[in-house]
């Protein structure tokens, strides 16, 4: 499993907007879930994981794909409008899970 981790400050009080203009209009097979976290004592940073349940080398295949390219481009355009700077962006693999104990 992959993770894409991007960690954002948006300008003041944009959260409702962003959280509108950081949704896919395209999910390409794989990407499961994205999940959205806020600072709790900065509400305007923000970070957002995309869980991919895909290897490096289909994540590396999926990035070429146009109607990905198109559907990102996109998507970014409509986020930058709400971000003042980008912190973090990279792909994390799973090395490990931890669970409670049964």
């Known amino acids: 499993m992959l993770c894409t981790v991007t960690v954002r400050r948006l300008k003041p009080g944009t959260y409702e907007a962003f959280r509108e203009a950081v949704e896919p209009t395209y999910w390409p097979a794989g990407l499961t879930t994205i ?35 198109i559907a990102e481009a996109e998507r970014l355009e409509r986020v930058t409008a709400f971000t003042e700077d980008v912190m973090v962006n990279t792909v994390f693999e799973l090395a490990d899970e931890l669970h409670p104990p049964a």
């Open 35 to 69: 999940k959205i976290l806020r600072n709790g004592e900065d509400p305007d940073e923000v970070c957002t994981l995309g869980e991919l349940d895909m290897s490096a080398q289909a994540l590396e295949d999926l990035r070429d794909t146009p109607e990905l390219l």
